[in-house]
Each structure stands twice: as C-alpha cells, then as structure tokens.
C-alpha cells in the first residue's frame, strides 16, 4: 500500500551537485516526518536529512551546509540537494516516511535505495 519512489542518483565529480527525489503515495503526505538516510559498504545506516510535517528540518555535521530538505505537499514529494560533494558522500540513499500511529508508537517506511557515487 505505501509506495516511496526516489530518483536522482548517479555519477558525480567531487565539488559537484545532485538533487535526489522521493514521491510518495499510500499516505497521508502532509502529516508524515520525511527523511534522507545513507548506508556506504560495510557501515550502518546513517540519518543526513530530516523534516518535520511544519518543516522543520535536522542536519548531522558531516553534511550541514551542504545538504537541504524540503518537502512539496502539493505533489507529494520529498527533495535532498547536495551540493559540495566529496568521495565519502559515495552511499545508498533512501527516502524514510515516519507516522505517528498513538503516543510515542511510529510507522516507519522506506524507499528501495539509489546510488550516488562521488569520484573522478
């Protein structure tokens, strides 16, 4: 029933850019916490990019000031731009979708991953 498409992935130069993409259906959009989070091999999967449904947004320090969320509830679609690439930022990205069902109880749900490599 809840469907997280992303696109935007791909082969990038280092000091480049890429916008990622991550539509999302089965949901009520305008109430779901939206994240971006990144796995590289052999290590765990780490949150980059976080926004609330009142857009309020989260950063670790290995991306702030490069990276930015947002969100468009008209079309039902989560963006990452990344700007000032470097070869570590090479992972799987996915697209998270959280829901508060009662209380502290969350939904999470998550896209099937695209690849972004950083390299010369």
């Known amino acids: 029933q809840v469907q997280l498409v992303e696109s935007g992935g791909g082969l990038v130069q280092p000091g480049g850019s890429l916008r990622l993409s991550c539509a999302a259906s089965g949901i009520i959009f305008s109430i779901a916490a939206m994240g971006w989070y990144r796995q590289a091999p052999g290590k765990q999967r780490e949150l980059v990019a976080a926004?609330?449904?009142?857009?309020?947004?989260n950063y670790p320090d290995s991306v702030k000031g490069r990276f930015t969320i947002s969100r468009d509830n008209t079309k039902n679609t989560v963006y990452l731009q990344m700007n000032s690439l470097k070869p570590e930022d090479t992972a799987v990205y996915y697209c998270?979708?959280?829901?508060?069902?009662?209380?502290?109880?969350?939904?999470?749900?998550w896209g099937q991953g695209t690849q972004v490599t950083v390299s010369s």
């Open positions: 926004i609330t449904s009142g857009g309020s947004t």
């Open positions: 998270n979708a959280r829901i508060g069902v009662v209380a502290t109880i969350k939904d999470d749900y």
